[in-house]
C-alpha cells in the first residue's frame, strides 16, 4: 500500500451525516463523505489532525451493532480542496473488533 499513495481503493459515498472528532483535542474534523473497511474520506473546513497516526471518533446518529460512537487510528493519505471545503482520506491502520462491526455495517447499509 505505501508504494501506492495515490491509489484510490473504492470507497461508497455515505447517506448519513457520520461526525469525525480528534479524540485527543476534541476538535470537530468535519463529516465522512465515503468509507472502506480499509479506509475513508473526511470533508470539512480543517479535515486534518496533527498526529500521525491520527486518533479519531465517528459519531454516529443513531446506533449501529450497539455503538453511537467508534474510535480508529488512522494515517492521513492525502489533502485537497474541494469548492469550498477540504478533503483527507485516511488509512485505517487499527480499531476494535467492536468498531471493525460498526464500520462494516456503514459501508454495506449505507453506500449508494
Not at 476494535?96 to 462491526?101: G, I, R, V
Amino acid at each position: 500500500m505505501h508504494q501506492h499513495l495515490h491509489q484510490r481503493l473504492h470507497r461508497d459515498h455515505l447517506k448519513i451525516n457520520v461526525r469525525v472528532q480528534d479524540t485527543a483535542s476534541g476538535r470537530h474534523l468535519g463529516h465522512l463523505v465515503d468509507i472502506s473497511m480499509s479506509g475513508f474520506c473526511i470533508s470539512g473546513a480543517e479535515p486534518v489532525c496533527g498526529d500521525s497516526p491520527a486518533h479519531l471518533r465517528f459519531i454516529l446518529p443513531w446506533a449501529l451493532a450497539g455503538q453511537r460512537e467508534v474510535a480508529v487510528d488512522a494515517v492521513l493519505r492525502w489533502e485537497r480542496g474541494v469548492a469550498q471545503r477540504r478533503h483527507a482520506g485516511y488509512q485505517i491502520r487499527h480499531c476494535d473488533k467492536a468498531a471493525e462491526a460498526v464500520l462494516d455495517e456503514l459501508a454495506a447499509r449505507f453506500a449508494v
